[in-house]
């Protein structure tokens, strides 16, 4: 069944209005009409069954049916802070990082981000990185949309990391050194219900100043496996091991 | 250091010789000379220092200084069979899977795969795969180049998969299921040096009658998290999860 994500304002009783784009999805793309069923979701990463009773050309109002005890969302909140990357590199991260549970994004403006995001810029980025996501999270079924921030210099990071729990970064570096601190430790005394920050340089990586500053400021250096991954392919798989850590290996409804 | 992949046949004793495209590679885009040091991969995985003793315009020439005694292979074989997806999605298969450690990589046509490669496409494609996976090699710091296979039907992957000690597909009625088999037990009893399928179908992924087959030949059903993760992403999830549990989470070398 389609899902869509729905301002929590527009639910009244039993009653939901859709307005804007998803109007157009629901109606021209999916062909839905008066009788059809979608899934609704609210910003409290609640959902729904709703059936379709009204259309006009820019509203479509829909039944609460049956609300779903679901659970989809990564019990960690992973935040993937990434250096600002070339090219379209940051669409994949948004949109494979949302599949894999991301809670937020931040971009940031690293020493050795080649590409520069004047404000005019972001605000162009961040509209489209808006629209990847939510559409990642109704196809990837997420109960929650996850959030991207305005892109941030590494001091107002280290400003930002004082909320979270646990903070890292991707130091290719640190695979280099054969006594490491493990990513696998670091993962294993995380706490459900915890903040964590993972940090990604952009291509090349952090420079020297950027990594001793992030030491200073009690991020843990990691590396994520002994080969050198793309900027892109690092966030991937802090989330991919994330979920499999929480959601695979300690699963609690599955066959031992 | 740059590092580059080179048959062992031009390995001789000391010496080794380069040619094809890497020559351009080195000559013109590295603008290495005489005495500069790249490092050569040969087809056991091995990989040593070398100094560039020769330059032709269709040959480099390269003494050994030092053969290096480094692994950054994963520990368990990893071939990831892919139904054959839409667009360029192959692409970002192979490239980010030989990131993340694949042995190998198997395309099949599956019930639902909407491109059929017939056997001139097939041939290009496979060129094109084999340049991919060749430079992400290298980038990634590789010692081995993962294989790509010819394209084949569900019942020869059937049959190829007698070769191996584990093999698995991604399910997506899994995720459904409250009871099911753990993706995560599945890997916690791999031990190193074993062979394992992880079976991944395209958009809409395996029809029921694929899946029928799939058990009855020991293929196990498995989730890769409670999401649902788009076709080019389940096959990195996977990697991702392996690499995490064999190469951080045991990592013998790191710091408890």
Redesign the interface.
Known sequence: MQRYFVSSSRFKDNNITITGDDVHHITRVMRYNVGDKIICNNEEGKAAICRISQVTSDEVQVIIETWLNE??ELPINVTIAQGIPKGDKFDLVVQ?GT???AHAFIPFQADRSIAIWDKKKAEKKLQRFEKIIKEASE????NKVPVIKSPVSVKDLIEESKNYHVKLFAYEEEAKV????????I??RLDPGQDILVCIGPEGGFSPKEAGLLKENNFSPV????????TE?AA??AL??I???F?????S????
Do not use: D
């Open positions: 659970n989809v494979k599949e894999l549970g196809q990837s079924h997420r054969s006594k490491h601190q493990s990513f696998g430790n993962i294993n590396r994520l496996g002994p080969r050198i991954l793309r392919t991937l798989y991919a091991s979920s499999y850590h959601e695979e290996m300690r699963c409804e599955c066959q031992q």
